[in-house]
């Protein structure tokens, strides 16, 4: 073999490793191109579908609240209601006889100051609302839902009980407290906080229609 031959043989054969891992960093450099190029592609279109998925949900919100304030409307259609608004001295006066008549203590209240929502009003016609936090202790949980359900029957209005939240006091029950029950001996062992939104109906006058509406 001539001494030009082989160094051109030997060349060759020395070039085709580094040719080889050029190839390869190509193969390696278009695949990183390709993921990069779908990873793109999906956030985007993840980044879409989220914002889609938000706006879905405020919608449904809408409608819900839309389609709430329309049943409370068909409501004061179909029912004799005193369009008076919410009769405070009344309700106190009915959850303190409830209270004593079901065996509630610790009774703690506080209501919200009346006010008038604005997406139900009609004609002269608007609904006030007012939140009820009810806190108490009581010796059976039966004596806490009788006690819920004579709000419900005679507090005048709409009540819409939001979170009812029972559970037992950290008592030790030894042989002496069971014995004094026994006897007749009554000790609260349960708990309670109740959530209410309390709804009636009041008649406006011009100025609060005026008020409303702006």
């Not at 004061?76 to 079901?102: P, W, Y």
Request: aromatic content about 10%; proline content about 1%; overall charge positive.
């Amino acid at each position: 073999m001539k001494l030009s031959n082989l160094r051109a043989y030997f060349i060759l054969q020395a070039s085709k490793p580094g040719a080889i891992l050029l190839v390869c960093l190509l193969i390696l450099g278009g695949v990183s191109y390709v993921q990069n190029y779908f990873s793109g592609k999906y956030s985007f279109h993840k980044q879409k579908y989220d914002d889609l998925r938000s706006k879905i949900f405020t919608i449904d919100h809408n409608i819900a609240k839309t389609k709430a304030a329309q049943l409370t409307w068909e409501i004061i259609k179909n029912n004799n209601f005193n369009k008076i608004g919410l009769r405070i001295e009344e309700a106190k006066k009915v959850i303190d006889t409830a209270s004593k008549d079901h065996f509630i203590n610790n009774l703690s209240i506080n209501l919200s100051s009346p006010v008038i929502r604005k997406d139900v009003i009609k004609s002269k016609i608007g609904l006030e609302y007012s939140e009820i936090d009810i806190g108490l202790s009581s010796y059976l949980d039966t004596d806490v839902f009788n006690f819920i359900d004579e709000l419900g029957k005679k507090i005048p209005g709409l009540l819409n009980y939001t979170s009812i939240d029972i559970s037992s006091l950290d008592i030790d029950i030894n042989d002496s407290l069971l014995q004094n029950i026994k006897q007749g001996g009554y000790k609260d062992l349960v708990q309670a906080k109740i959530n209410i939104v309390w709804q009636d109906f009041i008649r406006l006058k011009e100025s609060n229609i005026n008020d409303e509406n702006k």
